[in-house]
């Protein structure tokens, strides 16, 4: 339902005052989904839809923000994303690579490159790396950006990751197998280190996670939007977080 910006405003005040302090999810995951629907309904070429949602994303990190989530994780661009007609693959790398430079450039908020850097042009990898250089030592929210990212892909690279490790220790297949759990391939993720995600968000209407996460969100909670990622608003996002405060979280209990 369509209200006036006044009611909106009112409406969204009312939402944050209600979330309980105790609550907020300290990490976010955002399946950044339905640029193209939003643009192939307005008309326009996928660019456009691309750009309308990078756009979003300072927005969305202002509210995180300000209800004191910690880290967000952005899917900016799926390892499938790359089988895509490659003149529009080339338009949302160069979109991608203009978003993230201008989230750094902003100098709020911490950004980490998490994904497959090596199926990525070689400009494109050094573009992102001196973004993620630049904020290495800015404190506050902590953003990844997925790029060039696949949950399998992920984990593939971390028991290659892990093996690579142990072989050069001197261990051997029989010894790695008697000692290996899950720490160890952990250790090894793209987001090793990090808490794992509290609350996966998805926008337009899909309701499946394509592999976003596959690991680290085994216990996460998930929340749907209907809106297209380019319409999200922070109305969307308050009830995605009163969503999850309302949830009883069980964790595999």
């Known amino acids: 339902m369509r209200l006036p910006g006044s009611l909106y405003r009112w409406y969204e005040a009312r939402i944050k005052a209600a979330l309980p302090r105790g609550a907020i999810p300290r990490h976010v995951g955002v399946i950044l989904d339905g640029n193209r629907r939003w643009a192939r309904a307005a008309g326009e070429r996928a660019a456009a839809g691309h750009q309308a949602g990078a756009d979003k994303i300072a927005e969305l990190l202002a509210w995180s923000q300000e209800v004191g989530v910690e880290l967000v994780t952005l899917w900016m661009l799926s390892t499938d994303n790359l089988a895509r007609p490659a003149p529009e693959v080339a338009e949302l790398v160069g979109i991608i690579e203009q978003a993230v430079a201008d989230l750094a450039a902003t100098g709020q908020w911490r950004i980490q490159v998490v994904g497959a850097l090596d199926l990525l042009p070689s400009g494109t990898v050094a573009r992102l790396r001196a973004a993620e250089a630049a904020t ?14 696949g949950g399998r892909k992920e984990i593939a690279d971390a028991v290659r990751a892990l093996l690579d490790e142990q072989a050069k220790a001197g261990a051997t297949l029989e010894e790695l197998a008697q000692v290996v759990d899950v720490e160890h391939i952990a250790k090894h993720l793209y987001t090793s280190g990090q808490p794992d995600p509290d609350l996966v968000i998805r926008t337009s209407g899909e ?9 680290q969100s085994v216990h996460s909670e998930f929340y749907f939007c209907e809106a297209y990622w380019p319409d999200f608003r922070k109305v969307d996002y308050l009830r995605a977080l009163r969503s999850f405060a309302a949830r009883e979280r069980r964790l595999g209990r």
């Open 136 to 149: 290495a030592q800015v404190e506050g929210l902590h953003v990844n950006v997925a790029v060039g990212y």
């Open 207 to 215: 309701q499946r996670l394509s592999g976003f996460l596959m690991w």
